[in-house]
RNA sequence: GCGGACGUGUUGUAAUUGGUAGCCAAGCCAGACUUAGGAUCUGGUGCCGCGAGGCGUGAGGGUUCGAGUCCCUCCGUCCGCACCA
């Protein structure tokens, strides 16, 4: 027999690449360029899954086709390295977080060296090098020193002006509005213009409201947290104000939402980003305080920030709006009293056509001006309810939507236009962190508002026509606007923009558009991150200079915070610059990440992030392969940080990513089990010797009855015993090493309530009644008695679901066994066999077997029958194998082209069936099929091109060239339909006219039995696609 | 609640523009061969029916000579966003 001996084959390319690197990409050449990208992975302990290389597969499939195209490939690889299992590893073992990271990236490597990749390694990068990282903090002190009007511009630019002109005039993204003159500004003290240019700075430091992770100790960024628990560990997150860094990346949000258009991304990933920038266009109202509880007084002070505005957060000011005047010469900007109080409410809307609709204020518990306004008679109740609103926690109050509270603040507005008292409420519906933290709430088309206007029993006035406002508020944005004053018959549409006009006009208010996109939160009370270039004199946070980096992350004793509270950093001795503390946090994930596309470019260059030479040459990644999970951080911020470096002209193109494919997770099947409890365990040793205790048919007749595996899915919480509501996003990474142990209950399973909650288990060591995991020791300290049923005695009991590959559920499914197995080649080939590439879908190894018989059929064919390989037949080939290999050569080109690699590996399948069962053994079809191969199984390919004669890697062989003469039928089968049913087919020479057709389907008498005796009535002909006949 | 994607044999899937539904595999059934292999080969396999034939792409309707594909309504699944004014 002619053994297919994968294991040598692939060990002795793998070999070769290597030893001649034979992926080495230069940074020159005639060549036309390519860059196809995956994304990094973070190396944790548990290694490579058959999940994780479902991208590498493919983008290496593009990278091999590529270069048989004739292109310079740059396709390489390196390690996202920072990250917080290594060092919560490192606080549970002190082992040094270097050290894990240099082991898993060991593994990784061999790893991913036995799948056969063509990776450029001399370009491998690490984001945990000082090499490397020197390059993340260059570009955060470039941030820090930018400041950005239209586009990054120095911060030296931004003294200039103030020293000549103030704040006059002055059109840049900032935190607060800030007014002040020349004059001013000359006379501040080094520490008062320090903090003025802050407010400005594209990295700057301030006291915000941040997702604080206790049990991480640390904050983290608003895409890092879900429904109020950290991605990470799944541990609860609230709101605290501290002092942090932050990206000013809102003033890139225009940018951010019109480069998409540019992108060749899904629409999905698109959508994802655009809500996330979140951009509405409405207006800016100040509304009038009634109440004489304010002290009427028109004093003013010129060079304090607004108290209105101060209430903003970072992303209210829009410089790159034309219509939003930054410093706006407005009368309508708000006077305030002598104790700064403004005279105003400022609101945010989107529709100021509802503004005759207006019935009440609301504004956020947490406004500034909440205590200021209320009266005395309110203020206990308002008190009582900031501070009940304060304690409920971020997951109350988005599982309490429909929850009605809110109190009134004794408070009054006058409408603009009418001059009525308008009542002013405080809710928690309303948010701080938008807008203004104010709302004109017009119950009529709003349901927000009108739920509220029903529970304190407030007017409803209708001002558009064409719903039904007893029933519910009507929020479509067609109909005729009522009740209006000016406005009166305008539809929607016009009647916002007369309306804005009006307040333009009024002086009460402006155009402006705001973006629901937050300022990146940029600090990590983290050990095992990039230190922060930053020391402070006198408290005022300086960049180190350029050449002074990297800034080496220090060694500590211990990966904890201080016994202050100071993050880990502090307990490294003598971390200070000259004799001046440096900064204690350290940078988020996404720091490292953000720009070392641009790094492979020139992953040697020891004077630039990357030269211009190499990024004039390479430009943007052409084609980017990872997950879609990464569309509101690491895409949102690589793009931000890429049009900074463009704006500051280190890079020459404005997008780093022209087109995306996004690969779909391979979910593994985790088996859980159940113990009897106490009770059943008992009445079970009574009845065990002659009734087994039936429970279910199968493992998989239990977990079809529930086949929400994800809904029934929810962290448990210590002391809960009941099942809460269905939370699919909790236990989504567990690669941290202090997991909650995500319980799953499966609702239908019989005799339930006999059973304890079902925890996940490792079916190996169930299969060998080992069980080792805690949850299971826990289970044998509380339940002494309980006894866990297996399956294979029939008195079983254990369901699997489908989910996320995870060490935590023991369902992972490691590729070096599949490799030992089968080979990389099989593996490849059947990982994209499995389905279109950007679906998701379980692991299942049962269709493994067809794509490992096709690679040795393949072997069996090219290697002859015989033990000893038979020479090639020279001989030219005939038209049936010219057809056979130039119908595949079309359908490969295509399949990757359209990156649908499932039907390119059908169809060599079906070329190899059609190639086996006429013996085919000439030299050429072999040739090609070799070449076309060589992207998906290199290593079979390689050897096959070898056994052909040629000395060379196959790498750089020419793709062959699809002639279509070599395929065209003379003939073709025409399925006839009578009334569009199909009835049999009839085989037509090609060059046949539609009458020919006609009178040749209407001669054979399989047509006269279908047509019954009835005469045709309309006949439809398409040549070379169908023949229907109307009867 | 809003937005998006999807729904095809027992299973993974295919059908690129409205033109033969189920390619290629898996599984199953029957058989061949044997050096008994982690083989290989042959045939069958959507459902109903002995057959002729009929029915079939989540359900119902529509457009069309012709619909898995287009339109409408509904049901279901998955993903994203979620009090964003």
């Not at 450029?120 to 993340?136: A, V």
């Not at 100040?286 to 304090?304: G, K, R, V």
């Not at 280190?650 to 979910?667: R, T």
Request: aromatic share 12%; hydrophobic share 35%; charged share 25%.
């Amino acid at each position: 027999m002619s053994g297919y001996n994968f294991t040598e084959i692939e060990n002795y390319w793998q070999k070769y690449w290597a030893e001649n690197k034979t992926f080495k990409a230069e940074n020159t050449g005639d060549k036309e360029k390519y860059y196809v990208l995956d994304m990094f992975p973070y190396p944790s302990g548990a290694g490579l899954h058959v999940g994780h290389p479902l991208g590498y597969i493919a983008s290496d499939i593009i990278s091999r086709y590529k270069r048989l195209k004739g292109f310079n490939v740059l396709h390489p690889m390196g390690y996202d390295a920072y990250g917080l299992p290594a060092e919560q590893y490192a606080i549970q073992t002190g082992q040094h977080p270097a050290i894990t990271t240099e082991r898993n990236i060991a593994r990784y490597r061999e790893q991913l060296d036995r799948i056969g990749f063509s990776f450029d390694w001399d370009r491998e990068i690490r984001t945990n090098s000082p090499e490397y990282y020197k390059w993340t903090q260059w570009v955060f002190i470039k941030l820090f020193n930018s400041y950005y009007s239209g586009q990054a511009r120095p911060i030296s630019e931004l003294e200039d002006i103030f020293s000549k002109h103030g704040t006059n005039g002055l059109q840049a993204a900032q935190s607060k509005e800030l007014t002040f003159t020349a004059e001013q500004w000359n006379t501040y003290s080094e520490q008062k213009k320090q903090e003025v240019l802050m407010n400005y700075r594209l990295a700057y430091i301030s006291e915000t409201a941040v997702n604080w992770c206790s049990p991480l100790g640390t904050v983290l960024a608003n895409d890092e947290v879900v429904n109020g628990f950290s991605v990470r560990g799944g541990h609860p997150v609230e709101r605290k104000l501290m002092k942090q860094w932050s990206l000013r990346i809102t003033a890139y949000a225009e940018r951010l939402l019109n480069g998409l258009d540019t992108l060749d991304w899904s629409e999905s990933i698109k959508e994802v980003q655009r809500n996330w920038i979140g951009k509405s266009i409405g207006a800016t109202i100040y509304f009038q305080f009634a109440t004489p509880a304010i002290p009427a007084n028109s004093a003013n002070s010129a060079t304090s920030a607004t108290s209105a505005n101060s209430a903003n957060s970072a992303n209210s000011t829009n410089p790159t709006n034309p219509t939003n005047p930054t410093n706006p010469a407005n009368p309508a900007n708000p006077a305030t009293t002598a104790d700064n109080v403004p005279l105003s409410l400022e609101i945010f809307t989107t529709r100021a056509d509802t503004i005759f609709g207006v019935t009440f204020m609301v504004l956020s518990p947490e406004h500034p001006l909440v205590l200021k306004i209320s009266t005395q008679d309110e203020l206990p109740k308002v008190i009582e309810y900031i501070s009940w609103a304060k304690n409920r926690t971020e997951r109350e109050r988005q599982q309490e939507v429909n929850k009605v509270t809110g109190v009134f603040t004794g408070t009054y507005v006058i409408h603009p236009f009418t001059g009525k008292k308008i009542p002013v409420y405080i809710s928690d519906y309303v948010l701080m962190g938008y807008g203004s933290g104010a709302i004109m709430a017009v119950p009529a088309h709003d349901s927000r508002d009108y739920r509220f206007a029903k529970k304190f029993s407030l007017p409803i006035v209708e001002v558009v026509a064409g719903g039904n406002i007893e029933e519910e508020a009507y929020e479509a944005k067609d109909g005729t606007l009522v009740n209006s004053d000016f406005l009166n018959g305008l539809k929607v549409k016009d009647a916002i923009k007369k309306a804005t006009e009006f307040i333009e006009n009024k002086k009460i208010g402006f155009a402006r558009t705001n973006y629901r996109l937050r300022d990146a939160i940029f600090s990590r009370q983290r050990y095992w991150g990039e230190p922060f270039p930053i020391y402070y004199k006198d408290g005022i946070p300086y960049a180190l200079k350029e050449n002074e980096l990297p800034l080496q992350l220090p060694e500590i004793d211990k990966y904890l915070p201080t016994e202050k509270g100071e993050p880990p950093l502090a307990r490294a001795t003598d971390w200070t610059y000259s004799g001046y503390p440096l900064e204690t946090s350290t940078m988020p994930g996404f720091a490292g990440s953000s720009a070392y596309y641009l790094r492979y470019m020139d992953s040697q260059n020891s004077e630039a992030l990357v030269g211009k030479k190499a990024n004039e040459y390479w430009r943007e990644v052409d084609l980017y392969v990872g997950g879609s999970e990464h569309a509101t951080g690491h895409l949102i911020y690589s793009r931000f940080w890429n049009k900074f470096l463009y704006d500051i002209g280190l890079v020459v193109s404005d997008e780093p990513f022209k087109k995306m494919i996004n690969q779909g997770m391979i979910q593994g099947r985790s088996s859980f089990a159940y113990r009897l409890n106490h009770q059943s365990y008992k009445e079970y040793l009574q009845t065990a010797d002659s009734t087994p205790l039936q429970l279910a048919t199968s493992p998989r007749a239990a977990a079809s009855t529930s086949p929400r595996a994800a809904a029934s899915t929810f962290p448990r919480a210590a002391d809960s015993t009941s099942p809460r509501a269905a939370d699919p996003t909790s236990p989504q990474s567990t690669s941290t090493s202090i997991p909650i142990a995500p319980i799953f209950v499966s609702k239908n399973i019989p005799n339930r309530e006999k059973f304890t909650d079902p925890v996940h288990v490792d079916i190996h060591l169930v299969e060998n009644d080992v069980l080792d995991t805690d949850a299971f020791k826990k289970w044998q300290s509380d339940l002494a008695e309980a006894q866990f049923i297996t399956e294979s005695d029939g008195r079983y009991i254990c369901g699997y679901e489908i989910e996320k590959m995870s060490k935590s559920m023991y369902n992972v499914q490691n590729p070096d066994e599949i490799i030992d197995r089968y080979g990389a080649d099989t593996l490849r080939m059947y990982e994209m066999f499995l389905g279109p590439i950007e679906q998701s879908k379980p692991w299942d190894t049962k269709g493994i077997e067809g794509v490992f018989r096709f690679l040795k059929k393949y072997w069996r064919l090219v290697s002859g029958d015989e033990d000893i390989a038979i020479p090639f037949d020279e001989s030219e080939p005939t038209a049936q194998e010219l057809k056979i290999i130039h119908n595949l050569i079309r359908k490969i080109e295509e399949d990757i082209n359209r990156i649908s690699f499932n039907t390119a590996v059908s169809s060599f399948m079906i070329a190899v069936n059609e190639l086996s069962e006429i013996g085919c053994r000439k030299k050429s079809i072999h040739e090609k099929f070799a070449i076309l191969l060589s992207p998906f199984a290199p290593h079979i390919a390689e050897e096959v091109w070898r056994m052909l004669g040629h000395n060379e890697t196959v790498t750089y062989a020419e793709f062959p060239k699809y002639e279509e003469k070599y395929t065209i039928e003379s003939t073709f089968d025409y399925p006839v339909s009578f009334n569009g049913k199909m009835r049999f087919t009839i085989s037509l020479p090609l060059e046949n006219t539609v009458k020919e057709i006609e009178s040749a389907v209407l001669a054979d008498e399989r047509s006269t039995k279908w047509l019954d005796g009835k005469t045709p009535g309309k006949i439809i002909i398409v040549p070379k696609r169908i023949i229907n006949i109307v009867i």
